[in-house]
């Protein structure tokens, strides 16, 4: 089979082609672009493998085509630009590897070895750039077949493949994922998927940032629950985010049971995912994924009222950085994102519940702050009722809060909140040092303004407080 339209008319393949012969070499794209070609997927990552020295050729391409070429000798690598696409050259190697370590032992090699060593066989395949064969598929392994099957399927025998780079065991997941259409779901041959949960312990020699970074590949694609899944079905989920396996069950007492919290949370993630744009908002769907971990442990059985979750999300909020920390997630303000809305989750809808007055508005835009939007929308995407009469009688109280939302934000200015009354104004008016009366005076101010009893400015914030030092015996230096 030859593919050039389309693909191969890029002309930087014929420089390739052309450097290659000069050198006396063979060359072939290989990997994700061979495969996105037959997906009709636009790709601007182009892997070369060389026959040869992969540097050697890179740094002929460069100079042809006068871009800059990047050597990475640790990983026998080159990397150059053209045209809005990033080109990477490796030499073609086979890898033996100890069942200790991750580091391969890498010696040179023929395209045929290169091809046994790559994952799955849909991204084993590779188009000759040899004059006498360009564009031809090399495809030893029926990765064109897997392809059109929908299957991801190891070159190697799977355990072979998996304990080589226990990666590869996220990676297949992932892949499987990513690929899915509507039209057509990929699935993982039942041998792999019983081999990851056989060589599952493998996942001990991998580093947490290498996990990391496949779980955030996971969240971003379009219907992320379905990673999640087949990280249950393949056991690795309990092994790495044992919070969420444990959402799995659902207890009955007397015939009353609650709520599937599993399905649920991947119903919530996959609802925020819906919403986004182009551009995945990672951490809003890490929110919506943690939702709901506090619930196995806020879990109790009431007789009259049934099964409660009271607390579960200031639990959840606490679990947050200590899930953060065990996957070497950022610690900074993204991880107190998460956990801001884990925590704020339930207010939306207690604001309707019990009425929704200008003070509760104020004092969740306050809490919020610029992220009161993103809250919404998780509350919107935790809606997951199959009853519509429901659904719709809980998204006209979520319009109603946004509506309240907007007039309290346009009055009284809370989102971004600042006091009026500063420290360092109430030092110098009553002429004492930092101490805790100056921090009372001030929440005295804030919840004075949060409550409605005066505006949120500071003529109105100084005659409050001016009032509150006079009861606490404080009295003014100046006026």
């Not at 990676?171 to 994922?177: C, E, H, S, V, Y």
């Not at 003070?359 to 306050?366: D, E, N």
């Not at 030092?427 to 505006?455: F, H, N, Q, W």
């Amino acid at each position: 089979m030859t593919i050039t339209e389309g693909y191969l008319e890029n002309p930087i393949f014929g420089i390739v082609s052309e450097q290659a012969q000069r050198l006396g070499v063979r060359a072939f794209v290989i990997g994700g672009y061979v495969r996105d070609c037959f997906l009709g997927r636009q790709s601007n990552d182009i892997d070369i493998v060389v026959e040869g020295s992969g540097t050697e050729l890179a740094e002929a391409v460069g100079k042809r085509v006068r871009s800059k070429v990047s050597v990475f000798r640790n990983f026998g690598t080159a990397m150059l630009r053209y045209r809005g696409d990033e080109i990477e050259f490796v030499g073609a190697r086979k890898e033996s590897y100890r069942r200790e370590s991750r580091n391969p032992i890498v010696e040179n090699g023929s395209l045929e070895d290169d091809q046994m060593r790559r994952d799955f066989t849909i991204n084993a395949m590779a188009f000759s750039l040899q004059k006498d064969s360009y564009g031809e598929l090399v495809d030893p392994f029926g990765g064109i077949r897997d392809l059109a099957a929908g299957i991801i399927r190891t070159p190697l025998d799977p355990d072979t493949t998996y304990s080589d780079d226990p990666l590869r065991m996220f990676r297949a997941i992932r892949f499987a994922t990513k690929l899915s259409t509507p039209e057509m779901n990929f699935t993982i041959v039942p041998e792999s998927v019983e081999s990851i949960r056989r060589m599952g312990d493998r996942i001990s020699i991998l580093s947490k940032e290498r996990i990391a970074d496949e779980l955030n590949k996971m969240m971003a694609t379009p219907r992320p629950s379905m990673a999640f899944r087949l990280l249950d079905d393949t056991r690795l989920l309990e092994r790495i985010l044992p919070e969420i396996s444990g959402l799995k069950g659902v207890e009955s007492i007397d015939g009353r049971g609650h709520k599937e919290n599993f399905s649920h949370t991947l119903a919530v993630l996959d609802n925020v995912s819906a919403s986004d744009g182009d551009e995945p908002r990672l951490w809003l769907r890490w929110a919506a994924l943690l939702h709901d971990i506090g619930k196995p442990a806020s879990k109790r059985f009431d007789a009259q009222s049934g099964w409660t979750f009271h607390g579960h999300e200031l639990i959840g909020a606490r679990m947050v950085p200590k899930i953060f920390t065990r996957l070497s997630l950022p610690l900074d303000e993204r991880m107190k994102y998460v956990q801001k809305l884990v925590k704020l989750h339930l207010r939306p809808i207690a604001l309707v519940d019990d009425g929704v007055t200008d003070s509760a508005v104020r004092r969740l835009l306050f809490d919020a702050g610029d992220d009161v939007d993103d809250l919404m929308t998780l509350c919107d995407a935790d809606v997951t009722s199959k009853n519509p009469a429901k659904v719709a009688r809980i998204r006209n109280n979520f319009d109603l809060v946004r509506r309240k939302l907007a007039e309290v934000e346009e009055k009284d200015r809370i989102r971004n909140f600042k006091n009026p009354i500063s420290g360092e104004y109430l030092m110098e008016l009553y002429g004492i040092p930092p101490c805790r009366e100056i921090g009372i005076l001030k929440e005295y101010v804030k919840e004075s303004i949060l409550d409605g009893v005066i505006g949120n400015n500071f003529d109105e914030a100084d005659a409050i407080v001016r009032r509150k030092a006079a009861e606490m015996g404080l009295k003014a230096g100046r006026d």
